[in-house]
């Protein structure tokens, strides 16, 4: 079983930064990409930004040139946010792809993050 524990939400202004962290644990032989995603009340759940294995990062137009993911460790990726917006309030979920024939993807419990105007 795979386990995805995310932390680094909370409240923020506009114009500020804030870093999310999600750390992956259990039966992993290898990761297809790793990212997050984002649902804000009234809204279906949308793509934030992805990184594959092999370092190839994708993001949201609404987010590019202010949010930037990384990674520590094959297990751990950041996403930092920065020049943060009221339209980026929202519950922020990590999720996981496994590599190989399985495939399954697995989601963190999501994590808050409010920015006020």
């Known amino acids: 079983q795979v386990q995805l524990l995310e932390s680094g939400g909370g409240l923020v202004q506009a114009g500020g930064s804030l870093r999310l962290s999600c750390a992956a644990s259990?039966?992993?032989?290898?990761?297809?990409?790793m990212g997050w995603y984002r649902q804000a009340p009234g809204k279906q759940r949308e793509l934030v930004s992805t990184?594959?294995?092999?370092?190839?990062r994708n993001y949201a137009d609404s987010v590019k040139g202010r949010f930037t993911i990384s990674r520590a460790n094959a297990k751990t990726v950041y996403l930092q946010m920065n020049s943060l917006k009221p339209e980026d309030t929202a519950v922020y979920f990590c999720?996981?792809?496994?590599?190989?024939?399985?495939?399954?993807?697995?989601w963190g419990q999501g994590t808050q993050v409010t920015v006020s105007s």
């Open positions: 259990g039966i992993i032989f290898s990761i297809k990409a």
């Open positions: 999720n996981l792809v496994l590599g190989g024939a399985n495939g399954n993807d697995y």
């Open positions: 990184i594959t294995a092999g370092g190839i």
